[in-house]
C-alpha cells in the first residue's frame, strides 16, 4: 500500500516524509491554491535533494512548455494533471515523465470506466478525486462513493484521494481492487494549509502497514 502526501510547502517536511517510507510527495504548482509552492520551496534545493520518495508536481491545466519547466526547474519525477488535460498531452509528458491523471467524481458520474477510456495508452497512474461543488479543483475535505471504483476496470494503478482522515483506516485496508495502488491524503493530515501533521501521518504510515 502506497502513500502520496500532498500539498507539501516545506523541505524539511518532505525529509521526514523520505524517513517514513512514504512513496510521493505532491507540490502543488496551480497559483490559486493556498499550498502552492514556488517561492516556498527553493528550486536548487528541491532539484538536489536525494530522496528516495518520488516529487509529483500537481498541475491544473497548464501547458507542456510551463509543466517541462517546472520538472526541470525543481526536479520533479511525476506530473499530476488536475484539470481538463487531454490525452495527447498526457502522451506528450509521458515520453519525459511519469504521468498521474486524475479524474474528480461527482454524484453524477455512474461510469469510470466512460471517464479514462481515452487515457488508458497515455499515463502511468489514476488518482480519483472528490469533485468540488463550487468549480475548484480538489481539497473538498469529502469522499465520492468508492463502489463506482470497485465495480470499474480501471486495469492501471489508481490512487483514492478525497477526504481520507485516519478515520478512513479500516476503509483503506478494506477497499479490494486488482488495480488499487495507493492513497492521496492532504487537508485531513494538517496543522494548516501546506503544513502536515507529523504525528498523524505516522500514524497513517504504521497503521496501513
Same mark, same amino acid.
Given at each position: ?8 510547502? @516545506?523541505? #524539511? @517536511?518532505?525529509? @521526514? !516524509?523520505? =524517513?517514513?517510507?512514504?512513496? +510521493? ?13 514556488? &517561492? ?8 538536489? =535533494?536525494?530522496?528516495? !520518495? ?48 486524475? +479524474? ?22 489514476? !488518482? ?7 468549480? *475548484? ?6 469522499? +465520492?462513493?468508492? *463502489? !463506482?471504483? #470497485? #465495480?470499474?476496470?480501471?486495469? *492501471? ?10 478515520? &478512513? ?18 487537508? %485531513?493530515?494538517? *496543522?494548516?494549509?501546506?503544513? #502536515? ?5 505516522? @500514524?497513517? %504510515?504504521?497503521?496501513?502497514?
Amino acid at each position: 500500500m502506497n502513500i502520496k502526501v500532498c500539498g507539501l510547502t @516545506q523541505l #524539511k @517536511q518532505l525529509q @521526514q !516524509l523520505d =524517513a517514513l517510507n512514504v512513496a +510521493f510527495a505532491g507540490l502543488i504548482f496551480h497559483k490559486d491554491s493556498p499550498r502552492y509552492v514556488v &517561492d516556498k520551496i527553493a528550486k536548487d534545493e528541491l532539484k538536489d =535533494a536525494d530522496f528516495d !520518495l518520488k516529487k509529483v508536481g500537481v498541475f491544473v491545466n497548464a501547458d507542456y512548455d510551463e509543466i517541462m519547466q517546472m520538472i526541470d526547474d525543481y526536479g520533479l519525477d511525476v506530473v499530476q494533471l488536475h484539470g481538463d488535460e487531454s490525452p495527447e498531452l498526457c502522451e506528450e509528458l509521458s515520453e519525459e515523465v511519469e504521468v498521474i491523471k486524475a +479524474f474528480s467524481i461527482s454524484d453524477k458520474i455512474t461510469s469510470i470506466d466512460d471517464m479514462i477510456v481515452d487515457y488508458d495508452d497515455v499515463c502511468d497512474y489514476y !488518482l480519483f478525486d472528490t469533485a468540488s461543488k463550487n468549480g *475548484k479543483v480538489g481539497g473538498t475535505g469529502e469522499k +465520492f462513493d468508492w *463502489k !463506482l471504483v #470497485k #465495480k470499474s476496470k480501471i486495469e *492501471k494503478p489508481f490512487f483514492l484521494s478525497g477526504g481520507i482522515s485516519l478515520d &478512513d483506516l479500516e476503509l483503506i485496508k478494506s477497499f479490494k481492487h486488482p488495480d488499487y495502488f495507493g492513497v492521496d491524503v492532504n487537508s %485531513r493530515f494538517e *496543522k494548516s494549509p501546506g503544513i #502536515k501533521d507529523m504525528a498523524l501521518l505516522l @500514524q497513517l %504510515r504504521q497503521g496501513i502497514k
